[in-house]
């Protein structure tokens, strides 16, 4: 059972909008920056969004990230079928002074 | 570039500890905090720990304590992970990660990772 709740899956079309969704308390996500990994099969997770928002170098604006309250929303946008990976929320927990992820979403692109 | 290389796969008997190492290149050593993290099969991501090899300190999850180390050594650049007293449900590939920012209480995230290692545990 993970502390960050996401839901398992989410599906959508080649060019449409998906958002992910990332759901904590006040010790992790309310309090703490979240950042979101890609991690496709086979490959090491990469990271897309960190401080809630920011992009690392590289990470196209396809990609963008949010949080409000004790939830964090990432958002993708002209989805393409090289999108299709899991993706996992992650914050610091400061009650249990470690990182916590989300059980990941696995995005289907239809 | 910035690189982490892993020590490759592990079979190892319940009971029996492991020792992973990590590699950096590319980077000053001292200069980020290295992260532990596992993925069961079937399973999500799981933190297990972080060391600060400027100092040593470290900082281990709950649910690893007293049986999980790690180390690090300047002359090579490398961090290394110990864990004893393997049971079945420690299976699972364990990749170490850079942090990005370097908060100690407001650890991550994660921007560099190690390619994985894969622990199996059996008798």
């Known amino acids: 059972q993970s502390v960050l709740t996401q839901s398992p899956s989410v599906s959508a079309a080649p060019g449409q909008r998906v958002t992910i969704s990332c759901s904590g308390g006040n010790s992790n996500i309310g309090n703490n920056y979240v950042s979101w990994y890609q991690h496709l099969p086979g490959t090491v997770p990469k990271l897309l969004i960190y401080?809630?928002?920011k992009r690392p170098s590289g990470i196209p604006d396809r990609f963008s990230g949010s949080r409000s309250g004790t939830s964090a929303t990432l958002g993708i946008t002209g989805l393409q079928t090289g999108d299709e990976a899991d993706y996992y929320c992650a914050t610091y927990d400061g009650s249990l002074s470690g990182v916590v992820f989300g059980g990941g979403t696995k995005l289907t692109v239809l | 570039q910035v690189q982490l290389v892993q020590s490759g796969a592990e079979v190892k008997k319940p009971g029996a500890s492991v020792k992973i190492s990590c590699k950096t290149s590319g980077y000053t050593f001292t200069k980020y905090y290295i992260h532990w993290v596992r993925q069961a099969p079937g399973q999500g991501l799981e933190w297990m720990g972080v060391?600060?090899?400027?100092?040593?300190?470290?900082k281990y999850a709950e649910k690893f304590q007293g049986r999980i180390t790690f180390t690090t050594d300047t002359s090579s650049n490398t961090v290394s992970m110990e864990l004893s007293s393997l049971g079945s449900e420690d299976a699972a590939v364990y990749s170490c990660?850079?942090?990005?920012?370097?908060?100690?209480?407001?650890?991550?995230?994660?921007?560099?990772w190690g390619q994985g290692t894969l622990l199996t545990v059996s008798s």
């Open positions: 060391v600060n090899p400027s100092d040593d300190t470290t």
């Open positions: 990660a850079r942090d990005l920012v370097g908060r100690w209480l407001q650890l991550g995230p994660f921007d560099y």
């Open positions: 401080d809630n928002s």
